[in-house]
């Protein structure tokens, strides 16, 4: 399984503990407001394999709690629950970030107690999924099975959302609230506006629009808070 990116050491991306997160390659979506866009379209060549990857951890325990999966989208390499096996052997924990379009293998993970912290992206209301994930067509049921089997998991769960002042509005968040009511936590991310934002037409939305949106999701999800993307 190739590595296409790590930050060895972070205290925001695992909340509660010290990690280091690991990123992988290939992603369903193309978000136009995505950091990552080089590792979702493979643009860019792996940093290392998953033998360099175990190297590293092996120095690294008694320093690091756990190792986070992102991307891309982590549950689209057919090798991830193996490497997750053998990282959890070391006695490392595993938080998993994920798109939500893969349930059958989110299902597997968490059945096998591979996972002890799931994030999942709510892109946006089921109207503007596609327009959010910058593809034609989703199956919405796809995305609601997965917020249904992490909220069924047992595990240690967020959702979140990347709020961005172009596609995101009022109506949506009540849209978003009814798809996660009753979650655990609910996290507003307002876009930041990088270089590396493949598209340029986008930006951070309005102090008083995330107000709004956090007193909206706050009837659905009583631990609704804003979370910085710096």
Do not use: W
Not at 6 to 33: E, N, S
Not at 137 to 143: G, R, S, V, Y
Not at 203 to 209: D, G, H, R, V
């Amino acid at each position: 399984m190739d590595i296409y990116g790590l930050q060895k050491m972070t205290l925001l991306d695992y909340p509660g503990h010290v990690a280091c997160t690991v990123f992988t390659g290939g992603c369903d979506f193309r978000c136009p407001f995505c950091h990552n866009f080089e590792l979702a379209e493979r643009t860019c060549e792996p940093i290392m394999n998953e033998t360099e990857l175990l190297k590293f951890l092996d120095k690294r325990r008694g320093l690091l709690d756990g190792v986070a999966f992102t991307g891309g989208e982590p549950l689209m390499d057919k090798g991830l629950p193996e490497l997750i096996r053998t990282i959890r052997s070391k006695g490392f924990l595993i938080k998993l970030d994920t798109n939500g379009y893969h349930p059958d293998a989110l299902n597997s993970l968490i059945n096998e107690k591979l996972v002890d912290y799931i994030a999942m992206d709510i892109k946006n209301s089921p109207q503007k999924y596609p327009l959010t994930c910058g593809v034609k067509k989703i199956n919405l049921d796809t995305i609601q099975r997965s917020i249904k089997i992490i909220m069924d998991s047992g595990c240690d769960y967020e959702f979140r959302t990347t709020v961005i002042h172009e596609f995101h509005k009022t109506d949506d968040f009540i849209k978003i609230g009814e798809m996660i009511k009753g979650a655990d936590k609910f996290f507003i991310q307002p876009f930041t506006d990088r270089d590396t934002v493949p598209t340029k037409e986008l930006s951070a939305p309005l102090k008083e629009e995330i107000q709004q949106f956090v007193e909206i999701m706050k009837q659905y999800v009583k631990k609704t808070e804003v979370r910085s993307m710096e």
